[in-house]
């Protein structure tokens, strides 16, 4: 499969081409179907496993462990991110620094400059 062979499937089919990207994005990230995606959905009523929100326009994403590779569930982007930072203490400590150095911040405007 080509350059060419990928250009022409977009073009031609772009929904397909979508859908194309998306099974091999699950089977060579995380070792699971399209219809393994869609049963955790439904086991997961259509929404978040941590917060419950709904997908929009794009789809949830696949909660794996870094480590083992172990596929935990389907999470929003707000919940994927914070349970990133969660699994990284370093960045959970530095994003608590920041907060406290703008905690400690009496001067400037309403932007902090």
Same mark, same amino acid.
């Given at each position: 499969?080509?350059?060419?062979?990928?250009?022409?499937?977009?073009?031609?089919?772009? @929904?397909?081409? /979508?859908?194309?990207?998306?099974? &091999?994005?699950? +089977? *060579? /990230?995380?070792? #699971? %179907?399209?219809?393994?995606?869609?049963?955790?959905?439904? +086991?997961?009523?259509?929404?978040?496993? #941590? &917060?419950?929100?709904?997908?929009?326009?794009?789809? !949830?994403?696949?909660?794996?462990?870094?480590? %083992? /590779?172990?596929? =935990?569930? $389907? !999470? &929003?982007?707000? &919940?994927?991110?914070?349970?990133?930072? $969660?699994?990284?203490?370093?960045?959970?400590?530095? !994003?608590? @620094?920041?907060? =406290? $150095?703008?905690?400690?911040? %009496? %001067?400037?405007?309403? *932007?902090?400059?």
């Amino acid at each position: 499969m080509g350059m060419k062979w990928n250009n022409d499937f977009r073009e031609r089919d772009p @929904e397909g081409y /979508g859908r194309f990207l998306f099974e &091999c994005r699950l +089977r *060579n /990230g995380y070792g #699971i %179907t399209v219809e393994q995606y869609e049963e955790m959905l439904k +086991r997961q009523k259509g929404g978040c496993a #941590i &917060c419950g929100k709904r997908p929009g326009k794009k789809r !949830l994403h696949v909660d794996h462990n870094h480590e %083992t /590779g172990q596929v =935990r569930g $389907l !999470l &929003c982007a707000k &919940c994927n991110g914070d349970l990133q930072v $969660l699994e990284s203490p370093g960045r959970a400590d530095a !994003l608590a @620094e920041y907060l =406290r $150095l703008w905690g400690k911040q %009496t %001067t400037g405007g309403k *932007n902090g400059v």
